[in-house]
């Protein structure tokens, strides 16, 4: 997991501001990564410009924050391509915001923590496949001109503390800048939480101490982990015909409409492949004329509907 | 002396689904049905409810017991293949105290509509709950007699057309959980159908309880209640259900209400006190010393 590439200079550019971009998911603490950068810019003399996408905490959203700092700063964001470092607090959310650091001389820092959102998944079927970033941490550290992929979730939980991953990655981020390390130190404590401070100080030891250590012998890991035979549901919903009172509930109630009236007033499956084997239907008939039974088989084994009917 | 029946246990959801599945037409009498409830009666969908709840708690069939009333929730009791009781009018609670009394090993349930349990038996419903004895109560609540035709029952909302009030009743309705918490239920819920496997929850959490138990389940009359007062069809009375309750402690959604006012869902009260059988056994010990 652990990948590090190194250039040998350091990446606080000599004429121009210093521009780092740092992304992440909402609750992951980009916004205070960002505060502490910005305010140890400002203990420096510098001119510091920050803007940011905040208020997605709440939904496990995509947050993001531009820091600029330099003698001089106009604009509040970063223009393609010009990120001196990106910092990921997440595997995904780095490599979506790639594309805005400097070919040639930039630096990607990123947590390899994958957190999956629910509508990379499409199919709500079992083991469904999904949309995430399919690359390899060895792919985009061989893309990128310098690349630090710290398991900072792995570190933080073994120092007791998962939420102090981000003050892994700001360790790592603090080798990279040309702030003494003293400063970092001082700032830290103003922007944590006094009860964690101890954790995060440790934490933020750890970052500086991951980069100086030997590279781990590259693993040949897949990027997302597969079932090896894809399962699929195999749903059959046993429907009494005689008993049925025509109340509609279930067809009003199926979340994919697959139920309907027939001629005679009683309820048939009407669209086999849309039905998932909720059992809404089966919990809502109050004359309980339908059954679900569901399977999980191989994918191979899932006749051409997946679900079928059987009519008693 | 006989034994009190076995605490009961919520079964852990196992991973693996290596659980076995719960069949509702291995707890029914197939022959009688298609039983004779409405189209869209929500009693069905609590009948199935109870049903897995006592599943999941792996009550065996001997050792159940249903006592029900008179009334649509009085014959839900014939439908179910257990020890099954159809009781007179109100009086429910009362045959299952003595039969509570005398089998304390039985896992007793008494099946009770708005009608049977606060009307007729509203004097039954508060002394039971007085006793505390170790009976659960599931009463279904669609605010109105069905099966005599649709009369004014103690639950109907201000404003309803039954046909003993067609213009309007203007009785304010019972709050029935408040009742029965007032009258010492140790353990008071509520729950509408259309949140299934929430109600079997509270119906399971019911059953463990020691100590009387009082569900109210929000049912829906579609063919006479709903009609007369143009609550829609079926489906639309469940989901106005829905709508007209407040979860506890969480959302507010109100709009359209099946029952007007914010009625609180979810398990509204839980006590401890001395369940009645135990605590009429110890005495006899010390009166009698045996």
Known sequence: ?312 | MVESAMPLKIRQKSVDGARDEFEIRDYLRLDLFPHFLCPGCGHGIALRALLWAIHDLDIEKDQLAIVSGIGCSGRLSAYVDANTFHTTHGRPLAFAAGLKLARPDLHVIVITGDGDCLAIGGNHLIHAARRNLDITCIMMNNEVYGMTGGQVSPTTSLDRFTTTTPMGNQEPGFDACALAKGAGATFVGREVTLQTTALKNLMQEGLVHKGFSFVEVISDCTEIYGRKNDLGSSPEMVLSQKRSVLPRFDGTAVDKPFRAGNWETGILSRQERPEYYSAYRAHCHKVLGK
């Open chain 1, 1 to 312: 997991m652990n990948a590090k590439k190194k250039s040998a200079k350091s990446v606080v550019a000599v004429s121009g501001p210093t521009n780092v971009l740092i992304v992440g998911v909402g609750g992951q603490g980009v916004i205070m990564v960002s505060k502490i950068l910005a305010r140890l810019s400002q203990m420096q003399g510098l001119q510091v410009k920050q803007s940011e996408v905040h208020g997605m905490a709440k939904r496990g959203g995509s947050v993001f924050s531009h820091i600029r700092f330099g003698e001089e700063v106009w604009s509040p964001t970063i223009p393609m391509g010009e990120a001196d470092v990106v910092l990921g607090l997440e595997w995904a959310e780095g490599l979506r915001w790639l594309r805005y650091l400097k070919p040639g001389s930039g630096t990607f820092i990123s947590d390899t923590k994958r957190i999956v959102p629910p509508f990379s998944c499409r199919d709500r079927h079992h083991d469904a496949l999904h949309g995430y970033a399919h690359h390899t941490v060895a792919e985009i550290v061989k893309q990128v001109p310098s690349a630090y992929a710290p398991n900072a979730t792995g570190m933080a939980i073994e120092l007791g503390n998962e939420r102090v991953a981000n003050t892994i990655l700001l360790g790592v981020l603090s080798t990279v800048m040309d702030f003494p390390a003293e400063d970092w130190l001082q700032v830290l404590p103003e922007f944590v939480p006094p009860k964690t401070l101890e954790t995060n100080l440790k934490a933020f030891e750890a970052g500086r101490h991951w980069t100086t250590q030997p590279p781990v012998p590259e693993v040949q890991e897949q990027a997302v982990p597969q079932p090896q035979a894809p399962m699929r549901r195999q749903v059959s919903l046993e429907i009494t015909g005689e008993w049925c009172k025509s109340c509609d509930i279930c067809v009003k109630m199926c979340p994919e409409r697959c139920l309907a009236l027939d001629d005679h007033q009683i309820v048939e499956l009407v669209k086999p492949n849309a039905c998932t084997g909720c059992r809404v239907c089966e919990w809502l008939c109050p004359d309980f004329v339908i059954a679900v039974h569901v399977d999980v088989v191989p994918l191979e084994a899932v006749s051409a509907d997946t679900t079928t009917e059987v009519r008693i």
